[in-house]
């Protein structure tokens, strides 16, 4: 087999910054070309280990391909094709380059074989994602963006604390199954968590995503959260705590994209959502949860960018994304609208679509495993996403009420972009058996049995029923203009709380400080400056006295001088002979 | 100017498609009688368990969320003030 020169992640980080000097249908084509470059790379790639370099003693392995990486790599690439494409027409070059190194430096991530290949892409990762999210130049998407890069380094550090025991430990930077075993493991474990937005370390998601630019939130939906994704696969499968986080992560987002007014927000909590039930077949950690986990991820990546890339077409054509802002765009947005439909099919698992076939093995996992609990809470967590990204999203937005907006169809690359993708999503959910043959266990699943269907289309259609009920009855969460507040409420209040603390605190000090100072200063400057008035009144008024003033003469050359002494209206001469003098003084002292 | 689709405008296809929903949901339900509900769980193994589920969730997602507005909704420049 033929190797590239360069792995996958160079190709697409070093021919990011070359977009600058190109223009129009050069710098267009050669965009769309990079991905195919590192896709025909993948393509001709053996398993096994490739791309080895020694760097200071160690091996860094940039190209460690198997099932698992291959399988994320590829939809990885696809999405870089599809992210790049819907962002063709964007003329600022910063958002080009940002999400090209970004899309590199995952697939970086997910091809590396050892810690600090790993480590480099993945603060490559979240520099570059910032610039993606700050592409807004917007006030909000700056203060977002800054809590984003924050939040993300420190998870950063996490990481690096971890790997750097456990380099010390075992001798070796290459990494595989790790488990929870010892306090670098929890370490990595956390560092991790935090990009996959496990609950509690998630507010950054829904806080950071909605803030991007119409195209630039393609991009970080797809790539942050799922490359963590992998690596919990390769590194804690089994993991139960996986499992409670995955439960939470199902269950409590729905709530918050019930509420919600953002769309793009909405698809963040949804986001959420969906790699809960990713975890929670992590955390199960059998063949098929793993199985399911790892397609769940493909199908999701594309769906969940459709959505996006829907949401995106409206915020960019009509300039608004709150669902108290649109409705009624069916009418002149048709095909946006069908493409908006396929995404949403898709991730409420309609048979035939995509998240059909990959999200029933992670429900049929936890079955075989009699968690019946969980069984329940993915079961529930799927009427929601009936509800918030099902319903709501292209409801309030393509039909509901009529906002009289009447905005056209965006550009023919985004509509492409859409297109293909809503392609894949019903692709995959018919023809679902090349993807299982990708996947890195053997599958002996089958989606397409009469009761996952019938059980599938009861769940699915009678919450929609629920849902017609409730909102021709008046009953249904109205949609108000509003902020929830999420977990981000305590870096952000404690931000404020530190602010605060430094205002009232150092501040207050620094005011009695000066209150202090100016009150000691002038107290002792007004005891010498009385002093001197004295001494000097004590001087002259015997000098007077000796050259023959009396009474009231005397009287007016006392009031005179002690009034210049306090007041500083002394002659400047006086001044300028006291300071020389006292330079003579010193002249001759010395 | 483009010619605009109007189909939902007319409160006859409306309820066509309504009408078309609720034929649906009668089939879904008719169509249990004849596939095997192999399952793990016994729960599900009661006529009609999935239809009565997903509707009891949603309506308990909704309503929990409206009880979960009012502790979390704030106006929307809460952090801008």
């Not at chain 1, 020169?5 to 050669?30: C, D, E, Q, R």
């Not at chain 1, 990546?301 to 077409?313: N, R, T, V």
């Not at chain 1, 210049?564 to 002249?587: N, Q």
């Not at chain 2, 009609?48 to 106006?75: D, E, Q, T």
Request: charged letters at 15%; hydrophobic letters at 55%.
């Amino acid at each position: 087999m033929i190797n590239s020169l360069l792995p996958p992640a160079f190709i697409l980080v070093i021919g990011a910054i070359l977009i600058p000097f190109l223009g129009g249908k050069t710098k267009a084509a050669y965009m769309l070309a990079l991905p195919v470059v590192v896709f025909i790379t993948l393509l001709n790639l053996s398993l096994g280990n490739t791309w080895i370099v020694e760097f200071w003693g160690y091996e860094l392995i940039m190209g460690r391909v198997d099932k698992l990486s291959l399988i994320f790599a590829y939809v990885f690439t696809i999405m870089t094709f599809l992210g790049v494409l819907f962002a063709l027409q964007v003329k600022d070059n910063l958002q080009h380059v940002a999400g090209l190194i970004y899309a590199g430096s995952t697939l970086g991530v997910v091809l590396a074989g050892d810690f600090l290949s790993l480590y480099l892409f993945w603060e490559i990762m979240a520099v570059s994602s910032t610039f993606l999210i700050i592409a807004s130049r917007t006030r909000e998407s700056r203060e977002a963006g800054f809590r984003y890069i924050l939040v993300h380094l420190i998870g950063g550090l996490f990481l690096l604390a971890g790997i750097v025991l456990y380099v010390q430990k075992s001798g070796t930077i290459a990494f595989d199954y790790i488990g929870l075993t010892g306090i670098e493991s929890y370490l990595i474990f956390i560092g991790i968590a935090l990009n996959a937005a496990a609950i509690p370390l998630h507010a950054w998601l829904p806080d950071a995503y909605p803030n991007g630019t119409p195209t630039s939130t393609v991009f970080l939906s797809a790539f942050t959260t799922k490359s963590a994704v992998y690596l919990l696969i390769r590194t804690f499968p089994g993991a139960d705590i996986l499992i409670v986080i995955g439960a939470l992560m199902v269950s409590l987002p729905i709530f918050y994209a019930v509420l919600e007014n953002d769309i793009r927000r909405v698809l963040s909590y949804s986001l959420m959502n969906q790699v809960g039930f990713m975890l929670v077949g992590i955390g199960i950690g059998t063949e098929l949860a793993l199985n399911g986990a790892v397609a769940h991820a493909f199908c999701h990546i594309i769906y969940k960018a459709l959505l996006f890339m829907a949401a995106g077409s409206v915020l960019q054509m009509t300039g608004k994304i709150k669902c108290t802002e649109l409705g009624g765009l069916y009418k002149t947005m048709p095909l946006t609208c069908v493409f908006c439909m396929v995404g949403a099919l898709s991730i409420s698992a309609f048979p035939f679509f995509s998240g059909f076939v990959s999200k029933s093995m992670i429900v049929s996992a936890s079955g075989y495993e009699q968690l019946f609990i969980v069984w329940l809470i993915l079961q529930f967590a799927s009427t929601g996403v009936v509800d918030h990204a099902g319903i709501k999203v292209p409801f309030f937005t393509f039909f509901g009420h009529d906002s009289g907006i009447r905005a056209k169809e965006p550009p023919l690359n985004m509509l492409i972009a859409m297109g293909i993708a809503a392609s894949l999503c019903i692709g995959l959910g018919v023809f679902y058996k090349p993807l299982y043959n990708m996947l890195p266990f053997p599958v002996h699943y089958v989606p397409y049995t009469g009761a996952h269907v019938v059980g599938q289309l009861q769940l699915l259609l009678f919450g929609a029923l629920a849902f017609t009920l409730l909102i021709l009855s008046g009953y249904y969460v109205p949609e108000v203009r509003s902020k929830n507040i999420d977990a981000d409420w305590t870096y952000r209040m404690f931000g404020r709380f530190a602010y605060k603390v430094m205002d009232k605190g150092l501040n207050s000090l620094n005011r009695i400080s000066e209150w202090v100072l100016i009150r000691s200063v002038k107290g002792f400057s007004s005891f010498f400056s009385k002093a001197a008035v004295n001494i000097a009144l004590f001087v002259s008024v015997n000098l007077w006295l000796l050259l023959g003033y009396r009474g009231k003469r005397l009287e007016i050359k006392k009031e005179k001088l002690y009034n210049d002494f306090s007041e500083g209206t002394l002659p400047i001469g006086i001044g300028a002979a006291a300071a020389i003098s006292f330079i003579l003084l010193i002249f001759i002292l010395t | 100017m483009k010619k605009e689709l109007t189909i939902f405008d007319n409160p006859e296809n409306v309820k066509r498609l309504r009408k078309g929903f609720f034929v649906a949901l009668v089939l879904v339900l008719i169509a249990e009688a004849f596939v095997d509900m192999h399952g793990e769980f016994s729960v599900a193994h009661f006529y009609g368990f999935y239809a009565v589920y997903g509707f009891i969730s949603y309506v308990l997602l909704i309503f929990v969320a409206k009880v979960l507005r009012k502790i979390i909704m704030r106006k929307e420049d809460y952090y801008d003030q």
